[in-house]
């Protein structure tokens, strides 16, 4: 497949057109959600995440999320799924792509004291207070929004540091925020985690303690662990991915009770460990990634096949749905391209985008609100950005070449996330490193190690970028 050419350096983007809306006018100053603070656990004497899971399962009891049942019943009753304004108007944040974003703000120092703890993504909250990242230190940090942002100081924002702290005991594989959390509602604040030779946690996200488990248990009544995590856009319920099967947990029933959904059964569907799970906003379809490779369409309701998808050279790691429903971006690992697909015609993809990942890394993309712009790092440092309402190239296999691209750092960016109502960009970079090797004729030798150049030092950091000027940080886009 050709691969996209980067802008020539020392130019400007293309200018792209703005989307024209019939009745779009120019809202208020946009205020970002109400600031609610969260608590550290070790401040307010609830000890260690780790002794509250122990005790929790050494007691044998069923914890329960309280209120979370009679919450979701709540929100069913509600028509709109999509957040209003008054006056009924809805609004995207002014993202601006035609230079390169400004850096605020970050956290270092959390991450310098212990050797090779790099970072393994970040994902900011559905209402945007918060946001919350892993690392390779199994340990899952939220932060607040700093304080200077509500003011709209941009330019005198200090570090990050995390206020709540839950770690888990084995390396994570995922991780998801519950999708109607509000800091304004306290019982819908909660993240759901899964690793290693653990249950999957429910985990606190204003005290960091442990709320509830969901326990998955294979054939042999042994524990295994998901390696993909999703809720339903109405958090009803709970998807979890496993080798060949799907497990789905109703959200407000934490125990082993599930419902079991193979998607490879007498040698045909889709293979492999299920990597990731995404839900389509509009449509009653998810969408199913696979180590094998494969993507993979089913009914939400009835987990029924509804195509499979190929592509990739590499296995597929993410993927995630436009707003609109229609389409389904994939990336996988060791694999340059992440492939847009037309649910419409699924046959083959609608077009691709080139980036580079050398790794088995999983490497995050996104995109902004409105769906225009998907963003994506790679294992060079590289943030790339792309138009997706610009057409790509008319050749047999189309590719859509970038609008922007610029250098944040000198190691890999695997997290990528979009702030939903402020024009704010969150990444997490890091990788593990490993030491020259001795050369064979080192060893003939004696031993004598001759010097080697010095490698670059490591970037594990979680930076927030501005991705407009500060003039038109504040007012969005309003549509009626």
């Not at 909250?125 to 942002?149: Q, V």
């Not at 990336?331 to 037309?342: A, Q, V």
């Not at 609608?350 to 902004?368: C, E, I, P, W």
Request: charged residues 20%; aromatic residues 10%; negative net charge.
């Amino acid at each position: 497949m050709m691969e996209a050419e980067p802008p020539p350096e020392n130019q400007d983007a293309p200018e792209v057109e703005q989307p024209t809306y019939d009745n779009l006018e120019a809202g208020e100053d946009f205020e970002p959600a109400a600031k609610v603070l969260r608590l550290n656990g070790d401040q307010e004497g609830h000890g260690e995440a780790g002794e509250s899971l122990s005790v929790a399962e050494s007691l044998g009891e069923e914890p329960s999320l309280e209120g979370a049942s009679s919450y979701l019943e709540e929100e069913a009753r509600d028509d709109g799924g999509e957040v209003a304004l008054e006056g009924g108007k809805y609004y995207f944040p002014a993202y601006d792509f035609s230079e390169p974003p400004q850096l605020l703000t970050g956290s270092w120092a959390e991450y310098g004291h212990i050797p090779e703890n790099f970072l393994k993504g970040c994902k900011w909250a559905p209402d945007g207070t918060c946001l919350l990242t892993n690392s390779a230190d199994n340990c899952l940090r939220i932060y607040n929004l700093p304080a200077e942002l509500y003011a709209k100081e941009w330019e005198t924002v200090a570090e990050m540091s995390p206020v709540l702290r839950m770690v888990e005991g084995d390396t994570v594989y995922d991780y998801c925020w519950f999708p109607l959390m509000s800091s304004a509602d306290p019982q819908t604040c909660f993240v759901a985690s899964s690793s290693r030779d653990n249950p999957i946690h429910i985990w606190d996200a204003f005290h960091g303690d442990l709320r509830a488990t969901f326990r998955p248990y294979n054939h042999l009544d042994e524990l295994t662990p998901a390696h993909a995590l999703s809720f339903t856009p109405d958090g009803s319920q709970l998807f979890c991915g496993f080798n060949k099967t799907v497990r789905v947990f109703e959200t407000s029933r934490p125990g082993r009770v599930c419902e079991t959904r193979p998607t490879f059964a007498k040698k045909q569907g889709q293979n492999g460990i299920i990597s990731c799970i995404a839900f389509s906003p509009t449509q009653p379809v998810y969408a199913c990634t696979s180590y094998s490779k494969t993507v993979g369409l089913y009914s939400r309701a009835e987990g029924d096949p509804l195509a499979l998808l190929h592509g990739h050279r590499g296995g597929v790691t993410h993927a995630l749905f436009s707003p609109e429903g229609f389409c389904l971006y994939t990336g996988g690992r060791k694999d340059s391209e992440i492939l847009c697909w037309d649910l419409r015609q699924p046959s083959e993809a609608l077009f691709s985008v080139s980036r580079t990942v050398a790794t088995n890394q999983r490497l995050y993309f996104d995109l902004d609100p409105s769906g225009r712009y998907l963003l994506s790092g790679d294992t060079e440092g590289l943030i790339t950005v792309w138009d997706t309402s610009q057409p790509p190239s008319s050749d047999p296999r189309p590719v859509l070449p970038p609008v922007l691209q610029f250098r944040a750092l000198q190691d890999c960016v695997n997290g990528i996330s979009l702030h939903p109502s402020l024009p704010m960009l969150a990444t997490a970079s890091g990788q593990r490193t490993f030491p020259d090797p001795w050369d064979s004729e080192e060893e003939e030798g004696g031993g004598v190690r001759l010097p080697h150049p010095p490698q670059a030092p490591a970037s594990n950091s979680l930076l927030l970028w501005l991705c407009a000027s500060p003039a038109r940080a504040g007012p969005p886009q309003t549509v009626l």
